[in-house]
Structures are given as C-alpha cells and as structure tokens.
C-alpha cells in the first residue's frame, strides 16, 4: 500500500481523481454526490448558503489562551490533489489562476475532514451545558496558499457547513510563528518538515495520511487514540529497546517501575482532552462523554504496562481505555475502536492503520525516526511543502 500525506492512492485515487478535487467541469450540485462516498461524515447540504449560527451566549470565537485550538492545513482537511499537480508542473502563477478560475466548485472531504466534524460535533454539546464557556476546541485553518485562494477555501468550508473562521494563509512563509501565537495545542499536516519544526518548537504535530479505504466513523462521540512511548511519553525507553533489546528492556521497566515516564509530544494534547472531558463529567456525562481516548500500545501489560499507567496517574491524566497488545498488530484494534485520529511515532504501524482504513498520523519524534520500519519504501512519497 501506498500512503502520500493528505491523499489516496492506486485504483482508489484514479477512479476519484475528478470527483475528489473540484476538477473539471463539476457543478455543486455534481459535486455533492460526488463527496457521498468519501467518508463517514453527513451529506452536506446542497448550495453555497451559510448557516446561521445561533450560540448560546453570543460567544462565537473563543479567546486562543482559552480555546482547545487546533491548527490543519488545507492539505489534510480538503483534497488538493489535482491543484497541487498544477503547481508542480506550470507554477505559482497558473497555480493562482487556476484557484480562481474554479472557486466555486468545493474540496472535497481529506483525511482531518471527520476529525473536524467531530470536534464541531462536541463544542455543540459544550455550548449547551456551559452557554458563556470559552473552553472549547477553535479550529484554525493554516495554509501556505495566497490570500487569493481564500474565496474558494471560504467558499468549500461553507458548503460542507464546516465552522472555521480563522485562517492563516503565509503565501509561502513558514507557519511556524504563527502557531505559537494562537496558542495552538495540535498542529496537522501533510508537511512532514514543517510538522517537524513545529514538534521542535514545543507543539504537538502530526503528518496526516489519506488511506485507501476509510472507516466509518462516529457522528456523535469524538474518538482519539495514541501510541505511548515518543507520544504520550518520551522515548526514553525506547532507546533501551532499540539499543539493547526486549529483554533489556524488560528489566530496565521493572528497575524503573516507580519512576516516571517524561513526558512526549502529544501529552499536553491529551491534557487538553481530559480537560474537557471533565466539563462532561461535571455534569453527570462520564458514562456518555462525546469524547473518548484510547491508548493503543506495542508494551505488553504485567511486564511494562504498569509504568505507562503509573505515570499517567500521576499526571492526573487517564485515557479511558488501555489496549497492551504486546507486540501484536495494532491495525485490527483500531479498526474495532474507529479513531478519528490515530498518533503513531512509528511509520510502521501508522501504515499498518491505515491498511485497515484507519485515519493515522506520524509522530517524527524520538530514536525510531532513526530506525525507520516500512513496508515499501519506495511507495511513499515525500509530502511538498508548497501548499
């Protein structure tokens, strides 16, 4: 199988191409039924019309010190295939023409598309039962596109109904400093460089990649599931493992049993999580929380779990299921759990997700990025850093 970041391949991507892009002469209307297969969100509605938005307490755009903010770029939420070849092959120019010349016609639906409705899905829960609350997810939409490819981008978000009113669009620079400014606490993309820079400067980031075939997913619940070592905590024993070996690094969890993880990337993502999960709690809504987290571990559990959970105890944070698959593929419990997400340090299982039709997403972090495991390398293609 082939993963290219923010887009589908093989028989998949050719019978797609058109209906998957805005290419060609399609219609709105085409473009609907077009989008109706290509994942497990509602039809939108037909039309180019904006919703209107009744909040409770007339708070529509928490403050970003405040807000849960998560930052996609256009290549992950939207399929850009077809725009993206002409820039590659004619340049910025007819790039821009190109944009403009079909702005009417929407994306359709990339790999964050389902994330985003979920989150959409839980502010509404929230906004009910904390009308004048600020503690909810902002979705910010960064891009390094011109301002001129905003219309059709305003245009494609209304049309899938989607709530997203900030956007960054550099024209080409780096978004990096940007994302500090809106505090934002998870940064994904299909630019695994600048998802690195961005796990540099202390944000939580991932590459996102577009399976062949995708999972439904839950309308009502928000699922999020991650790996442990070099995600949630650091890869500290990872390095025994990939140094030493299993047995090692048995006795090194069981010497350091007592002994706290660091933490990694996504921990702080997970805290924002938790933090919102218990607004739920609060209110009596433990048993049928809209948010759900899972963490989906290659550590096996009497041996080297007790750690990952002694530690999560301590953070005060817990996830509400914990799969120790020792070893075992991860691919065929997460197709069980359909996550919206799935974050993974290691390409290996990110690809072994996506082959059961799991949205997946690469952590670059910690000594297994020097030890790279792929099943065909030669079939995943670096992600461009145009857009």
């Known amino acids: 199988m082939s993963l290219d970041p923010g887009q589908e391949t093989g028989a998949a991507a050719a019978a797609n191409a058109n209906a998957t892009n805005g290419d060609g002469k399609d219609s709105w209307e085409t473009q609907k039924d077009m989008n109706d297969h290509m994942g497990p969100t509602k039809k939108p509605k037909p039309g180019m019309m904006r919703r209107a938005r009744k909040v409770e307490g007339g708070i529509f755009f928490p403050k970003p010190e405040n807000a849960v903010t998560i930052a996609v770029s256009t ?51 929230l906004r009910e039962l904390y009308p004048d609350s600020e ?22 978000i209304n049309y899938h109904n989607l709530f ?80 030493h070996g299993l047995d090692k690094f048995f006795e090194h969890e069981k010497e350091h049993e007592n002994m706290l993880l660091d933490h990694g990337p996504l921990k702080g993502f997970l805290e924002s999580l938790g933090k919102l999960q218990k607004k739920f709690y609060a209110k009596g809504r433990r048993l049928n929380c809209p948010i759900r987290t899972y963490l989906v571990t290659a550590r096996s559990a009497a041996s080297s779990g007790i750690r990952a959970l002694k530690t999560l105890r301590a953070w005060g944070l817990e996830t509400d299921e914990a799969l120790f698959l020792a070893g075992a593929p991860k691919g065929p419990m997460l197709e ?25 997403a690469h952590v670059p972090y910690g000594v297994a990025q020097k030890y790279p495991h792929r099943k065909k390398p030669a079939d995943i293609k670096e992600p461009s850093a145009s857009k």
Request: glycine fraction near 6%; hydrophobic fraction near 40%; proline fraction near 3%.
């Open 164 to 243: 997203i009113e900030r956007f960054c669009m550099t024209g080409g620079s780096s978004p990096i400093g940007y994302l500090k400014a809106y505090h934002t606490n998870l940064y994904l993309s299909a630019d695994s460089e600048k998802v690195r820079e961005a796990l540099e400067e202390g944000i939580a980031a991932a590459t996102m990649f577009m399976p062949e075939k995708m999972t439904e997913v839950s309308e009502t619940q928000l699922r999020v599931a991650f790996d442990g070592d070099a995600v949630l905590f650091s890869d500290e024993s990872e390095r025994i493992f990939k140094a």
């Open 75 to 125: 290549r992950v939420l939207f399929r850009t295939e077809t725009e993206q070849k002409v820039f590659e092959q004619n340049g910025i120019e007819e790039y821009l023409k190109y944009q403009m010349e079909h702005e009417n016609e929407p994306f359709a639906p990339g790999p964050a598309f389902a994330f985003v409705k979920a989150l959409e899905t839980v502010n509404a829960q």
């Open 336 to 360: 069980k759990i359909r996550p919206h997400i799935y974050f993974d340090d290691q390409m290996f299982h990110v690809q072994g997700a996506a082959e059961m039709g799991t949205i997946a």
């Open 135 to 156: 503690e909810l997810f902002d979705i910010v939409l960064v891009t390094y596109n011109h301002a001129h490819v905003g219309v059709r981008l305003i245009n494609t």
